[in-house]
């Protein structure tokens, strides 16, 4: 590896020398100059110059305005501002147009040692550290995962996952990575164990953890409080980590009250999650009372089409006084606008429901856009493309506007995606549901091992559409495919976000109660 160059521009570079042989000594190679003037020319004339030191305070040109200059020509060199000036507005103009750190003379060797450090080590010591770190809880995750844990551990655990994972993204480690894949695939091998065993034994006797029917009697309805709107977001298929890289964004308006789990029901897909979230029943009785609302499968129509009258339903069941309230769903770009022109009337209500399609959308458009696949192509790219959207979305600036009232926000969603790499054959009749992660229909065919079974719907809460009709689940990222064509579909779905089984991803789903600042 070449030496690291410095430029030091200083008007007193003679009375630095003990600096200078320090860094020389450490293996820094360093140029020196005594004016604005020559440091611009020398940035000029070598373009190997790696970090500049930059006094604050030199004749003819002042260090700001040779910043200024430099940042023109080279605005991705970094520069650190020395100076014996204190004053705020120094600071702040320096602060302003980039600068990589901020020292106040005198400084000595260990400071301009530590921020050289910072500047061109710090990905490097952040991987190390990062890489370090992770190894030292592999092994206290790993005995985790294969300890028989319980409703709040696994999510503990997928939390603690998705965080290491954030982590290592942000440190390039590849090697640690994909350490970190396998042991997220163990996990998902050993939860999708822990739901076959206690799912339907949690829709019997209403033990298991808060599921999506009970999200808004347990995580909402608590939290509405007299003169103070709440708005609740559900953002469609939002995982836990898309929650992490948006959360920064938020936060610079919404202080985090509480972040908290509930589970997704199964089939983890939005016409039976997003459906039992507002009308806080399970489908089955979805369908017994209000059969007018609900189709199965394989009923052409939408699904989600009264969504609206459900929540309404639920609010008359839950308060015996009138909750001023208005249900909103986006699913076009002038639906987004118009949420942000009204967000202030929203305010007027107890509490306003805002559906947001997009995320969904984006899933199940990267399946069949190749430009997607490749902006979107793994898990990272996936979470980065959110944080994206979400910075530059009306619903962003719906919110920021919304800050500016005293207003809670709850943010939520009705199921996970997961990607999906593992094929597994299924045969059925023709009227047997598409969907990949889960099968509905008679007489299936399938490899017991890579599947939830239920083959009496109604003890899982959910309607069956046929008297012979069975449910099956696929585990961890697993995806249903038939014989014919199987290469070809192989190919086609192998490594695409899909939703609808058994996984941490889609299941552990994250409500977040924040209010503004």
Sequence with gaps: MDKIKILWADDEIDLLKPQLM??????YEVITVSNGYDALEECEQDKDIDVVFLDESMPGITGLE???????????????????????????????????????????????????????????????KTSSDYQQEFRQIFMQINSGLGIEEWADVYRKIINWEIKIDESNSTQMYDILSMQKGEANT?????????????????????????????????????????????????????????????????RVEEEDFFYSILPTSTQYSRNAIFSGLMPLDIAKRFPDWWKNDNEEGGKNLHEDVLFNEL??????????NEYVKVTSGNQARQIQDNIFNYLNNDITVIVYNFIDM?????????????????????????????LNSPLWAALQRAAERKVQLIIATDH????????????????????????????????????????DPEKAGLPRPNVSSA?????????????????????????????????????????IRLTSK
């Design 471 to 511: 449910f099956i689940f696929a585990k961890d990222d697993r995806f249903f495919l038939y014989p014919n064509n199987y290469n070809h579909f192989n190919n086609y779905y192998r490594n695409t976000f899909q939703h609808g089984g058994i996984s941490l991803e889609e299941m552990i789903c994250p409500v």
């Design 362 to 390: 984006m899933s199940h458009a990267r399946t069949e856009m190749e430009v997607l696949k490749e902006l979107a192509g793994d898990e990272k790219a996936y979470r980065s493309l959110t944080r994206s959207w979400f």
């Design 190 to 254: 050993e939860f999708s164990k822990f739901i076959v065993k206690n799912y339907v034994d949690w829709v019997q006797r209403g033990e298991g953890p808060v599921m999506s029917n009970q999200l808004m009697r347990s995580k909402v309805f608590p939290h509405l409080r007299d003169g103070e709107p709440t708005l609740f977001v559900l953002l469609d298929n939002l995982r836990y980590d898309q929650w992490k890289v948006i959360e920064p964004i938020i936060t610079e308006l919404y």
């Design 315 to 324: 609010l008359k069941r839950a308060f015996r006084k009138e909750i001023k």
């Design 66 to 128: 040779t910043l200024s200059k430099l940042k023109a020509t080279n605005p991705l060199l970094p520069v650190v501002m020395i100076t014996k000036n204190e004053a705020e507005h120094v600071m702040e103009e320096a602060i302003g147009s980039q600068i990589a750190d901020y020292l106040i003379k005198p400084v000595n060797p260990n400071q301009i040692l530590l921020s050289l450090k910072k500047i061109i080590d710090n990905k490097r010591l952040v991987r190390e």
């Design 416 to 455: 996970g995606t997961i990607r999906v790499n593992t094929p597994s054959k299924v045969v059925g009749d023709r009227e047997t549901t598409t969907n990949l992660r889960y099968k509905v229909g008679r007489n299936l065919q399938y490899d017991k091992k890579d599947v939830l079974e239920i083959r």
């Design 22 to 27: 320090f860094l020389e000594k450490r293996g």
